[in-house]
């Protein structure tokens, strides 16, 4: 009786609209799995030989998964947050000597027949973690520096564990637990440190061949950045204009120079040497202000052309130590070399199949690039362009609107969390979500490196389904709960 009230209870709290578009999702991914290892043999879409059929048994696993989450109780995940985080750490750890090379990857621990990758499942433990800190007395991200060398620490352990097992795809999934910092209270200037380190790579390994004034093009863009940084940095923490009149008056006097050395005149100067100079005087001049006007956060602008500049030289080193195949997939990426039978042979393929679509695509089962196989890998990363050639433009805005619905009913669910602990793993999991699909149909369309990240709930593969599953209906569990009460 009391089994039978409690089930009552869950029914009656869960948030259904969550769940009704996880199922769509779910019915959705069959069938585009159907559709994308299809072979003209009319094979039942049950059929266990076909990877609809075989995505069809993960679901319904999946399904008695939820169930069995949603019976348990949901202090029981806060409790154990950290002994489930080290278990997972420490299956991480031993994944590499019990996995079979699939690919120079070792990621994969087999139990007969069933294949389990555990780094999906690292996903949910990491959140509990990361969430059952926060969550602790008193804690506050802010508060000392070793609050964030433990949330840090939390993210960067799975990392480096799965980078041991040649998986960077899903190694990089993990940054984007980053955001919940941020949500928690982590400076923004960290997050824009990070997109300047992006915009510094691909500047300064998209652009090496040509020079301007002497400097290699990559650099030249790098140091006209840092002086804009530099002045729109000192405008905003000095609160007055005068400081970055003068930034700008000074910089622009030092690239007059350089031009007129090196363009009329035609010589030949050491520009790279003038234009950090002129960083170096910029910087000295700021330290002086931030003295004389008592403002230490223009130091701030100090710091971030320092960095810019140590960064830039270590592009050519950071860069080197990639695989010879995430080098060239990041070459493909930015236009610096043409491969379509290479590296950029499956994300050529996959634009074609979109593209072929038009608006509202060629039908179900009919694509030709899709039955004719032209994509590799096509029912599990690059299922994304079955979609967009079945279903044309409009599926593919269907199924960007159901992701866009769940992410927002997600962060929506946070914000009403009660309790630290709900909140920060509700954007755990919002922060997952976005990461996947963002870089999943941004390299199927040639905008991201093919670096092997599925498409949540599409993509073939019981792994990936199980571990956003597990995922998804904690959370539901944690409100479902806060409803309760």
Sequence with gaps: MQRRSETSSILRNIDWTTVLIYLAMVICGVLSIYAASYDFDEASIFSADEFSGKQIRWIGLAFALSFVILLINARMYETYAYPIYLFVLLLL???????????????????GSMSLQPAEFAKFATALALAKLFSGYQFVLNAKFSNYVMAIGIIVLPVILILAQNETGSALTFMALFF???????????????????????VAVKFTETAVFGIPTGEFVIMLIIAVVMIGMSVIYSRRGEIGRNLLIWFAAVGLTEWVLTGPMDKEIPALAISLGAIFVACVYLIVESVRRRRRKILIACGAAVFSVGFMFSVNFAFNQLQPHQQQRIKVVLGIEEDLRGAGYNVNQSKIAIGSGGFFGKGFLNGTQTKLKYVPEQHTDFIFCTIGEEEGFAGALVVIALYLALILRIISIAERQTKTFGRVYAYCVASYLIFHFCINIGMVIGLCPVIGIPLPFFSYGGSSLWGFTILLFILLKLDSARRAN
């Design 93 to 111: 750890l031993i994944t590499p000597f019990v996995a079979h090379d699939i690919k120079g990857s070792r990621s994969w621990i087999s139990f």
């Design 180 to 202: 919940v910092l941020y949500r928690e209270g982590m400076s923004g200037l960290i997050l824009f440190a990070a997109l300047l380190s992006v915009v510094i790579f691909v």
